[in-house]
Structure formats: structure tokens, C-alpha cells
């Protein structure tokens, strides 16, 4: 008699959902010390301390705008590219975490549900 392995698909989205807010952490720290050395207190930039970098940062992987102006730099705009595919590269693995989630639990109770 084999002892039947129990499976733990909360522990993989937990997991998946884990990582990807790790990248999108590293990402936003990245960017926010990329933003504040590229674009700090040059004409017409609206980035003058750490905060107003961490703000923009933040903003662009979260929503992909800003109400702050774009960047002044050809550094700061490459940046903000960066920014904004990581951010929609989270949203998208997030949710197909959560889409292969429920796939993989619906076809487990369509498993569980057949006679033998």
C-alpha cells in the first residue's frame, strides 16, 4: 500500500505570487536609485530626492503613468521602458498564477469526482 502524496497547489501559488513580488520589490528599488542618479535635480525633471524617485518608480509599475512629467534623461527613459515591462510582466504573471491555480484545481475535482 503507497501513501497517497498530498497536493499542495495553495503552496505553489503562494510561491508564484512570492517571486513575482520579489522581482516587481528588486525591480522598484532598482529603479528608484536608477531614477534618483539619472534624473536628480536636472532641468525640468520633477525627481529631486530619493522620495520623488521611489514615487515615480513605483507609479510606473504599478499603473504604466504617472501625473509626474516623463523623464529628462536618455538614462531615465530607459529606465522607466524597464519599469514598465516589469510591470506588466507582474500583472501577467500574477494572474495566470491565479488562472493555472483554479485550472489545476478544477481538472483535480473532475479527477476526484470520477467512479473507479
Known amino acids: 500500500m503507497t501513501k497517497r502524496q498530498p497536493k499542495r497547489p ?3 501559488l503562494r510561491r508564484r ?3 513575482s513580488l520579489t522581482v516587481v ?3 522598484d528599488a532598482v ?3 536608477l531614477m534618483w542618479l539619472s534624473d536628480n535635480d536636472k532641468p525640468r525633471s520633477e525627481i529631486h530626492n530619493l522620495w520623488d524617485a521611489f514615487f515615480f518608480s513605483t507609479v510606473q509599475l504599478l499603473t504604466i503613468s504617472s501625473q509626474m512629467r516623463n523623464p529628462v534623461t536618455t538614462p531615465g527613459r530607459v529606465v522607466d ?3 514598465e515591462l516589469v510591470g506588466v510582466g507582474f500583472v501577467s504573471a500574477v494572474a ?3 488562472a493555472s491555480f483554479y485550472l ?3 481538472e483535480e475535482q473532475k479527477t476526484d469526482a470520477a467512479p473507479a
Open 81 to 83: 521602458i524597464f519599469l
Open 31 to 33: 529603479g528608484t536609485l
Open 25 to 27: 520589490l528588486v525591480a
Open 104 to 106: 489545476n484545481l478544477g
Open 10 to 12: 495553495h503552496h505553489l
Open 96 to 98: 495566470g498564477s491565479f
Open 17 to 19: 505570487v512570492r517571486v
